[in-house]
């Protein structure tokens, strides 16, 4: 949907600089690519070289790269969030379907609002609720006694396993499952028993779930996800984690039982977080973090090894064998010099 600048700007927050208001833009592009009616964005200090020679109809900017830029820009202190807001102004969701489709399958004293959308071959349990303006994509299950809040859209064959309750406003992408059972067993004589899973999976308002996700159900209480969670895509919730308002964990990782996790954190893809611990408020954890004790400092914490030309990887491989052998040589002459005695001398 064409937006003008000046709509755009206020929207944002932003302000015009070298700039017609009435300037009418029909796209989004990065900055080498982006030609007349488009609008891009610079929020990565590493694509600045392309600024001055970008055909963009504006470009929004920090405050710092606008100064003495002379081209259309719209200064704002948040540039790639004001870029979002933008692009969703541009290119709007499109409208909400009412009604239930003729294949699907709703259970007689199930609740469904008259103003969602229950698509082709979805299945609505017994007791379950949907609330207003829902959107169920192709293939959905609803479970007995679920409850779907007002305005959420789960994508194709998301699954929602019973007595799970899902917030207002909720974004559900195609293939995850939630509230299946947690990998809780006995070991009894060598054989597995299967532990019940009694608790359920509660999500609130405003939370992003991503493709093929998989949120457990609780043991005997529930799994947990605040407020504005955002989760990317294949990543495992396991049973009884808790996680906290407006935290964002990427693609790939996995989060064992009964972990807790704080509010405002992020968490790197493919990282492993150990259960039954817990970590505190702010804390990002880089890519391929492996988390195995409690967090209870804000910071940045790191254990992946970065990518290295092979050869030299082998090479501290074979160093990395003889670490526990150096550490002692090393204590047993720091003993030595304590006792006042050179390493020579034994």
């Not at 996700?213 to 808790?242: F, K, M, W, Y």
Request: proline letters at 3%.
């Amino acid at each position: 949907m064409a937006q003008t600048l000046g709509r755009l700007a206020e929207a944002v927050g932003g302000t015009l600089q070298n700039a017609d208001p009435e300037c009418v833009i029909t796209g989004v592009a990065t900055l080498q690519h982006a030609g007349a009616g488009d609008i891009g964005f610079l929020a990565n200090a590493g694509y600045r070289k392309y600024l001055q020679d970008s055909r963009a109809s504006a470009v929004i900017l920090s405050p710092d790269d606008a100064a003495g830029y002379p081209g259309a820009a719209i200064v704002s202190s948040n540039p790639y969030s004001s870029y979002a807001r933008a692009a969703a102004l541009i290119f709007p969701a499109a409208p909400a379907l009412q009604g239930v489709h003729a294949s699907a399958s709703v259970a007689a004293d199930s609740t469904v609002d008259a103003s969602a959308w229950i698509g082709p071959q979805c299945v609505v349990e017994a007791g379950a609720e949907i609330q207003a303006g829902v959107q169920l994509a192709a293939g959905c299950f609803i479970g007995a006694s679920s409850v779907i809040g007002a305005n959420s859209v789960l994508s194709a064959n998301v699954v929602i396993c019973h007595d799970v309750s899902i917030g207002e406003r909720v974004k559900v992408a195609a293939g995850a499952v939630i509230g299946a059972d947690g990998f809780g067993l006995a070991n009894e004589d060598g054989r597995w028993i299967n532990v019940p899973q009694l608790g359920s999976v509660r999500i609130g308002n405003d939370v992003d779930i991503g493709a093929n996700t998989t949120i457990d159900r609780g043991a005997l209480e529930d799994t947990v996800l605040e407020e504005g969670v955002r989760l990317d895509n294949q990543i495992q919730v396991a049973h009884n984690v808790h996680i906290g308002a407006h935290t964002a964990i990427a693609g790939c990782v996995g989060i064992s039982g009964s972990a807790k996790i704080g509010r405002h954190c992020m968490i790197g893809g493919g990282s492993g977080i150990v259960g039954h611990l817990e970590i505190t408020d702010h804390v990002i954890i880089t890519g391929m973090t492996m988390v195995t004790k409690s967090i209870d400092k804000p910071g940045v914490y790191s254990s992946g090894v970065p990518a290295q030309e092979n050869d030299t990887w082998n090479r501290n491989y074979a160093r990395f064998r003889q670490l526990d052998k150096l550490a002692r040589k090393i204590l047993s002459i720091e003993k030595l010099f304590a006792a006042g005695r050179q390493p020579e001398d034994r």
